[in-house]
């Protein structure tokens, strides 16, 4: 059999995990920490953050990619120029990909783990390379200095990124979980020799956290693609402790693509519960809308 090691990966999930488990790298950090976020935040608000990181002026974020790329995928050799081809090409095969059955973990892991899924990491990284892991800058000044925080359904974890390239100083132990796809060892692939970063498999119907272990908990673009977005919530609430902060967004979606029925028929209830047993802090929490990110903090009771 002939393989395409370009524009045609075959994603066998056990070999990759067992490469990543081999091949780990060590996670660079600033010597400069603060003034490293200066300098994105000016890059950033200039506008012209996407041509530095076209220009190779930025290039850490591809440097990454391609140890993962060839050693991890073992995919042909390619620069930056191939990675914005292969993030196009396989846009196109993305669009074919379907949640058609989600009624078991091996139906919903199968379309997440899809050759075609591989799309998903090219964007994500892509994305961050040109925000520089600066979307969470708004909501920094909100968490507690100290703590435990969960990165749930954390993809190629930009939070724990963010934080541990920007703000070393803090005191957080932190865990990153998901269900064992390819963003998530990406994440691992990065991360898991930093001595205060644990990652968690989860399982698509098996996916609540341990009560009363948690300082802060980042859900970002998760509660539109699991099967039981209430049922998690809850396990939200309850895995936080006092004054725990929640950080979470909501996509209002149509159950397409990757995005799950269940999480389309439970929006409302969960976001229901959402109000009733956190204090919003930061944002804007709409029925009818898609709730962008915003931080709350858990009320002392629950409200029945």
Known sequence: MTYNFFDNIEINIPEVKNNVLKNKIKYSKSLFPKLDLICNILVHLSGVSKEFVYSYFF????????????????????????????????????????????????????????????YLLFSNIWSYAKSGYLNFLPFYLKLPKHGKVLEYGCGIAPFTTGMLKYFPSKKFDYEISDILQINFLYAIFRLSNQKNVKYRIL????NTVEKNNYSVIICQT???HIPNPLKVVKSFFNGLGDNGVLVFDYIKGEAEGLDSKKSVQEREKTLEYIKNNFILIKGKIEIEKSVGLCVVKKRKTISH
């Open 59 to 118: 290039a850490k974020w591809f440097e990454e990619f391609n140890i993962f790329w060839s050693k991890i995928l073992k995919g042909r050799p390619i620069d930056i120029f191939d990675f914005h081809f292969l993030r196009g090409m396989y846009r196109v095969k993305f669009q074919s990909v379907r949640n058609i059955n989600e009624s078991n973990n091996n139906n919903f892991l199968k379309a997440w783990n899809s050759n075609e899924s591989l």
């Open 203 to 206: 399982q698509p119907y098996n």
């Open 222 to 224: 998760v509660l539109e």
